[in-house]
């Protein structure tokens, strides 16, 4: 599997543009935190053999969401990180947004868990499908 791995600078670009069309404080970013928490996924994926597109998106919404690097919108930009890299893979999501927001909510919490997260995107592809194909 090829893995498509996400710069720091175009987790920033998101985090930007959030920021831009919806509130929230502006600041710097800490970017050797943001690049330690991506870190962690490129460990995940080498070391622990993590390879499902759904279980490494999950990783990047909780690993950007919980390491609060960003000025704000960590959660948000978690999210969208996650939703875009499930798109470079070929795993569209059009989905309820605010049920995602959520269940990150919930990751941020330790009310869910990556694993459950990962289902959680699996599950809501899955229905996207079945209603496509309905």
Do not use: W
Request: with cysteine; glycine share 4%.
């Amino acid at each position: 599997m090829d893995v498509i791995q996400f710069p720091f600078e175009r987790v920033i670009e998101i985090n930007a543009f959030i920021l831009e069309h919806e509130p929230g404080m502006k600041g710097s970013v800490d970017v050797g935190k943001l690049q330690s928490a991506l870190g962690r996924i490129d460990n995940a994926i080498v070391y622990s053999s993590l390879n499902d597109v759904f279980e490494i998106a999950a990783k990047y919404a909780s690993c950007i969401a919980i390491a609060h690097a960003l000025p704000d919108a960590n959660k948000r930009t978690g999210l969208a990180v996650a939703l875009e890299y499930l798109s470079l893979n070929d795993y569209e999501l059009i989905c309820d947004n605010e049920l995602l927001a959520d269940a990150v909510r919930d990751l941020v919490l330790n009310e869910l868990d990556e694993q459950d997260f990962a289902d959680l995107l699996y599950a809501q592809y899955a229905e996207e499908q079945d209603i496509g194909n309905s």
